[in-house]
């Protein structure tokens, strides 16, 4: 576990920032993910930390960390981005090739639905 020790670092001599291990940040810091469950946003403030979780195969996963006392709420949807959105995931679900809402996000690796990606199927059933 001499993977642990690096991700050791509360003073910021090794890493530039303090770092501490996966699920070890002192209170009062939170990453993007957890003050978003909170309901706020970092708001313009920089990045005052990370979190890191070693992987043995590529590097470690970083989750930087952010000041709770600094952040913000999170902007209310307005309107029109509701409307933006909406259009975004119609987009999405749209068959290139059939044009029909096929009810789920088309598979970018298939890039049509699957009874246009695999109509020799659809004539078995």
């Given at each position: 576990?001499?993977?642990?020790?690096?991700?050791?670092?509360?003073?910021?001599?090794?890493?530039?920032?303090?770092?501490?291990?996966?699920?070890?940040?002192?209170?009062?810091?939170?990453?993007?993910?957890?003050?978003?469950?909170?309901?706020?946003?970092?708001?313009?403030?920089?990045?005052?930390?990370?979190?890191?979780?070693?992987?043995?195969r590529r590097g470690p996963?970083?989750?930087?960390?952010?000041?709770?006392?600094?952040?913000?709420?999170?902007?209310?949807?307005?309107?029109?981005?509701?409307?933006?959105?909406?259009?975004?995931?119609?987009?999405?679900?749209?068959?290139?090739?059939?044009?029909?809402?096929?009810?789920?996000v088309i598979s970018i690796?298939?890039?049509?639905?699957?009874?246009?990606?695999?109509?020799?199927?659809?004539?078995?059933?």
């Open positions: 576990m001499a993977a642990w020790g690096k991700c050791i670092d509360p003073t910021g001599a090794r890493h530039g920032i303090p770092t501490f291990p996966w699920r070890c940040a002192p209170d009062g810091l939170a990453t993007r993910r957890q003050l978003r469950a909170r309901g706020l946003r970092p708001g313009g403030q920089p990045v005052v930390g990370q979190v890191l979780r070693p992987r043995y996963l970083v989750a930087y960390l952010y000041r709770l006392d600094k952040a913000k709420p999170v902007r209310p949807m307005t309107p029109a981005k509701r409307r933006a959105l909406e259009c975004a995931m119609r987009a999405r679900r749209t068959c290139p090739q059939c044009r029909t809402d096929a009810g789920y690796s298939l890039g049509v639905c699957v009874p246009c990606a695999y109509p020799e199927d659809q004539c078995a059933a």
